[in-house]
């Protein structure tokens, strides 16, 4: 029977929720939605009939959920505490020593991380597939392949003088060597507007659009980025010379006095990127990701780990959906969540966002899923209750409606094929 109904309290996606409710899934392959309304309307599809059902009373069904920034090469890190005394530079550092190397190695964390956002209700995720030995590499990407999640593996990569022109060699020759089909595509990660030249993002745009890759990049994440973009001083200049990447005096400063979403302004406008994590913004650094389609991608437990409200006051997430930016959730990395984290799922930035900011539960919603999708290069139309959607997974959240699913944080399970 390749029919499945399913009887809840209530549904809910980023455009409407129901009460009560009914889906009817089409379970051949994959689900595909064959309506979703109120349980009457369901009724009248020819296939209701003779379907199997499932009931979940007291239960909200939601899309599947997309994480769209994760590092899931470092979930053998687990959990660590922010230490204020080393900086942001020096916390990087410890993540650049704390990476794998080895095939086996990489694949496992993978493994790990992605079994930790299958167990959150995530369908999708735009993983971070780290540079090795501070190369871009491939073998996080293969890693991905190899398990249940679908998405997009975004090759990270430094580009700096006087190693840029043979990094973007390697860079140019990855489309070549990518042999993913189906469930993951290859995207490109310019790791950050301090540790990427202009060229260097230049050249991600132009692949992007030669052989349709997402891209995405850390951008106006900490103070000391502004610092280095803007005047070529602060802690990044030792640690881009630690890297190899910087050499001697006389460099002259990125950004020219710019903010880093203004420096990045040119090739921003080129192709549509998803930038992640945005601590700190302007009106006129809205207003140029506004304009250039960019698609934001926060990370709320992320973001407070590193104390940026104090240090560079609340995160401007509503700001950026007023003027039509979409903002989707990721979850970073296991390193900056809490002690004990056992899923690696944008829910919890949901249920944080929600008990902090009272933010609506339609617009989190939408940011864990159709924004999601966007951000990572997929069909949005695919994270929704619609008819003709399909996804690999429906949600099931234990309470009766979204709002109140998201006051108690309440749990939530899987149904799949």
Not at 12 to 22: F, G, H, I, L, T
Not at 82 to 106: K, Q
Not at 171 to 177: A, I, K
Request: proline share 6%; with cysteine; hydrophobic share 45%.
């Amino acid at each position: 029977m390749n029919t499945l109904r399913i009887d809840a309290s209530s549904l809910a996606d980023s455009q409407r929720e129901v009460s009560p409710a009914s889906v009817l899934l089409d379970v051949t392959a994959e689900f595909t939605v064959l309506a979703a309304g109120e349980p009457g309307e369901v009724d009248r599809h020819p296939r209701a009939r003779g379907a199997r059902r499932m009931d979940r009373a007291g239960c909200t069904i939601i899309p599947g959920l997309v994480n769209a920034h994760a590092h899931l090469d470092l979930t053998h890190v687990g959990p660590l505490p922010f230490d204020p005394a080393n900086g942001f530079s020096g916390w990087i550092d410890h993540v650049r020593r704390s990476r794998l190397t080895g095939d086996s190695e990489i694949a496992d964390s993978v493994a790990r991380g992605a079994k930790m956002c299958l167990a959150g209700g995530v369908v999708a995720v735009g993983d971070i597939a780290g540079a090795v030995r501070g190369l871009p590499s491939l073998q996080a990407s293969r890693a991905l392949l190899a398990t249940d999640l679908k998405g997009t593996s975004f090759v990270e990569f430094f580009a700096w003088p006087p190693r840029e022109a043979d990094v973007l060699d390697l860079v140019s020759m990855l489309p070549s060597q990518w042999d993913g089909r189906g469930r993951v595509r290859l995207g490109l990660q310019p790791h950050a507007p301090y540790s990427v030249s202009i060229r260097g993002y230049g050249l991600a745009q132009v692949m992007g659009r030669d052989f349709d890759l997402p891209v995405c990049t850390h951008l106006a994440e900490s103070v000391e980025e502004a610092r280095f973009i803007a005047s070529h001083e602060g802690v990044f200049v030792e640690f881009l010379r630690g890297l190899g990447l910087q050499t001697g005096g006389g460099q002259r400063a990125p950004g020219a006095g710019r903010t880093p979403v203004a420096h990045l302004e040119p090739v921003l406008h080129e192709r549509p990127m998803a930038v992640v994590h945005l601590n700190q913004l302007s009106d006129a650094d809205i207003a140029i990701l506004s304009a250039s389609r960019s698609t934001a991608v926060y990370c709320p437990r992320a973001s407070d780990y590193f104390g940026v409200p104090a240090a560079m006051g609340p995160h401007r997430y509503r700001d950026l959906l007023d003027a039509r930016v979409p903002v989707a959730l990721g979850t970073d990395s296991i390193i900056n969540l809490p002690e004990g984290t056992t899923r690696l799922s944008p829910w919890d930035e949901m249920v944080y966002l929600f008990a902090r900011d009272g933010t609506d539960p339609r617009t989190l919603l939408a940011m864990a899923t159709v924004h999601g999708a966007r951000a990572i290069g997929l069909d949005p139309t695919h994270f929704a209750l619609r008819v003709g959607a399909k996804t690999d997974a429906l949600c099931v959240l234990t309470s009766d409606s979204l709002e109140a699913a998201l006051g108690a944080g309440a749990d939530l399970a899987v149904i799949r094929p």
